[in-house]
C-alpha cells in the first residue's frame, strides 16, 4: 500500500525558507520519479518540481526555478522541496505524488501522469 506523508510546511514571512520532506512507503522508491504539486485555494492544482528516479535529474515549474530546490535520497525512501525567497503568492497546500511509470527516462510534470498523492502540508507566506 503506497503511501505518502508530507511535512514540513508553516508560516514564514516573505523571503524566509522552508524544507518540505515527503516519506514514502509501499513501493520500489528509487524506480520512480517524485514529483512536488502545490494547491492555492480556488486554484487547480500545479506543477512545481520533480525529482527523476535516479536522482540527478530535475525539474521545475518557471515560477520556482532558482528558488526551489527537489532532492532525494533513496536510501532513506524520502524526497525534499528545500524552498528560499519565498513569496506570498507561493502560499498553497503543498503535496508529493508518486510517477505512474517506473524507470520513467524523462520526468514527468503532467498532473495526470502522477497518481498517489499524500496529505499535504500548508505552505503561508506573509507579506
Known amino acids: 500500500q503506497v503511501q505518502l506523508v508530507e511535512s514540513g510546511g508553516g508560516l514564514v514571512q516573505a523571503g524566509g525558507s522552508l524544507r518540505l520532506s515527503c516519506a514514502a512507503s509501499?513501493?520500489?522508491?528509487?524506480?520512480?520519479?517524485m514529483g512536488w504539486f502545490r494547491q492555492a485555494p480556488g486554484e487547480e492544482r500545479e506543477f512545481v518540481a520533480a525529482a527523476s528516479w535516479y536522482a540527478y535529474n530535475t525539474l521545475y515549474a518557471d515560477s520556482v526555478k532558482g528558488r526551489f530546490t527537489a532532492s532525494r535520497d533513496n536510501a532513506k525512501n524520502m524526497v525534499y522541496l528545500q524552498m528560499n525567497s519565498l513569496k506570498p503568492e507561493d502560499t498553497a497546500v503543498y503535496y508529493c505524488?508518486?510517477?505512474?511509470?517506473?524507470?520513467?527516462?524523462?520526468?514527468?510534470?503532467?498532473?495526470?501522469?502522477?497518481?498517489?498523492y499524500g496529505q499535504g502540508t500548508q505552505v503561508t507566506v506573509s507579506s
Open positions: 509501499g513501493f520500489t522508491f528509487n524506480t520512480y520519479s
Open positions: 505524488a508518486v510517477d505512474r511509470s517506473p524507470l520513467r527516462p524523462v520526468v514527468p510534470s503532467d498532473p495526470l501522469r502522477y497518481n498517489y
